[in-house]
């Protein structure tokens, strides 16, 4: 057959499986139509509202369907389900409405369209006081807390362990009590914090709750690993 008869071929462009359909067929063919909703069969969001790609990009199921039906969606407008079925894309249960709007009328429904639930899934009531609303969303105020709760446990279980406060002058009146019998100090964190408190302790140099000088032995004692600094009063015992 000549060259000049054969039926042209496209050209291959990259990307693409080949010439793409017209959008109300393609609008067809993901969806069941079998009742009064268009209802959507291709990928859905995890609130059940319809998911496609238009120019490599991905957009709303529904909103591609009031477009391609009905016209443009004016700037700043939100697409409402009058039927409350999100997977729904027939334009004829579409309606251009205000965020606020949209917002309001999404309160009194579930995402199946029935009447809301009394409880949250742990079971609290939702109440007026136990009730919080988020761009059309109702929370239970209870399940909140309780997250920040354990947010605020894991997060505090994650930070290191704070080494207790010595109180010097307490642990020195101990110690006085108790003549010549060694008694625990502290447990430093490194060794050199660990000396240092020792040779405080016996000179009485900072730290005042051992003075006079020479009225406290101390040393240091491996305990589980770590240096622990221990003293004992072999002064004069005051009267």
């Not at 639930?117 to 909140?144: D, L």
Request: charged share 25%; glycine share 8%.
């Amino acid at each position: 057959m000549p060259q000049s008869k054969q039926t042209p071929i496209e050209k291959h462009q990259p990307g693409r499986r080949g010439p793409r359909l017209p959008m109300p067929l393609r609008l067809e063919r993901l969806s069941d139509r079998t009742g009064a909703c268009w209802l959507w069969l291709g990928q859905k969001t995890s609130d059940g509202y319809g998911m496609m790609t238009v120019d490599r990009k991905p957009v709303v199921a529904h909103r591609v369907s009031y477009k391609t039906h009905v016209g443009p969606i004016p700037a700043g407008m939100q697409i409402d389900h009058l039927c409350r079925v999100p997977s729904c894309i027939n334009p004829a249960h579409l309606e251009v409405v205000t965020p606020a709007e949209n917002v309001a009328r999404a309160r009194p429904y579930r995402a199946d369209g029935g009447l809301p639930k009394p409880e949250c899934v742990a079971g609290h009531p939702f109440t007026e006081e136990n009730t919080t609303w988020y761009q059309g969303w109702r929370y239970c105020k209870a399940c909140q807390r309780r997250r920040r709760r354990i947010s605020r446990e894991k997060a505090r279980a994650a930070q290191p362990l704070r080494r207790a406060y010595t109180d010097h002058a307490d642990v020195s009146a101990v110690l006085k009590a108790t003549p010549n019998e060694w008694g625990f100090v502290s447990a430093p964190k490194s060794a050199h914090t660990a000396r240092q408190t020792a040779r405080y302790i016996r000179t009485g140099d900072r730290l005042t709750a051992y003075r006079p000088a020479g009225s406290f032995e101390a040393e240091l004692r491996q305990v589980e690993g770590q240096l622990h600094v221990f003293a004992r009063f072999v002064g004069e015992v005051e009267l």
